[in-house]
């Protein structure tokens, strides 16, 4: 019996209702997220968004271990939105919103760079990987981001470049995707670099190709464009 190919996720949301906000994704090219922030809180990458009610207000929000963020290199805070009213958001590329409905307890794992907005009640964290992109780009490895749903249900948005596609993998199987191709995964979907060495027959020319392998039980989300971020290169 043959493999279930990826599923394309929905590229549109009309008044989905969840973890305490209700949200649309309307557009093609460059897709808008519109959240109505009146009962929960979101916050957000900086410089996303496109248009808010003036009722709304923006804050700074902390994020948990702050000085192993700071050693890191990476950000500190990310910004809050917060009232009665709608704020929407917009990142200046071409793709694909993808929410994901993470339930109380539920932990996902996400590509650096692809975070877009998350509802308040979701934890987010993040681990550096280490001999996957090093093998790419001879760097120490790139960072993951992790958020959970431990304060209840809530809704994590990203944004995927082209489009996004779900493959659900049942426990033991595995399916091999581009280094830059991933998007998401479960915290028990299992990641590995497989490299194999080619080589042309002309002069002893040979070079590495490498994949990620991914074995499930869970989900992993594939984006059709990818793009390496400076901090993988």
């Known amino acids: 019996m043959a493999a279930s190919l990826p599923t394309l996720m929905p590229t549109r949301a009309s008044g989905e209702t969840f973890g305490g906000v209700t949200y649309h994704i309307d557009g093609e090219l460059v897709p808008v997220l519109s959240v109505d922030v009146t009962t929960m809180p979101v916050y957000f990458e900086h410089h996303i968004l496109l248009w808010k009610h003036p009722s709304v207000r923006i804050t700074l929000k902390a994020l948990k271990g702050m000085l192993k963020r700071m050693m890191a290199g990476m950000q500190i ?18 793709g694909h919103i993808v929410p994901i409905h993470l339930a109380r307890g539920q932990e996902i794992m996400v590509r650096e760079h692809q975070f877009l907005a998350a509802t308040d009640n979701i934890d987010y964290s993040f681990e550096r990987v280490r001999g996957i992109s090093n093998m790419l780009f001879g760097q120490s490895g790139f960072f993951i981001d992790r958020f959970h749903g431990h304060q209840g249900d809530g809704v994590l948005w990203l944004h995927g470049y082209g489009n996004v596609f779900e493959k659900v993998l049942a426990a033991g199987e595995s399916i091999d995707i581009e280094p830059g191709g991933w998007l998401y995964k479960d915290s028990s979907v299992r990641m590995e670099t497989v490299v194999d060495r080619l080589s042309s027959g002309l002069f002893g020319a040979s070079f590495n190709f490498i994949v990620n392998r991914f074995t499930g039980p869970g989900r992993v989300g594939i984006q059709s464009m990818y793009l390496h971020m400076p901090s993988e290169e």
């Open 77 to 94: 805070f990310v910004t809050q939105a917060a009232g009665n009213g709608i704020v929407a958001f917009s990142r200046d590329g071409a």
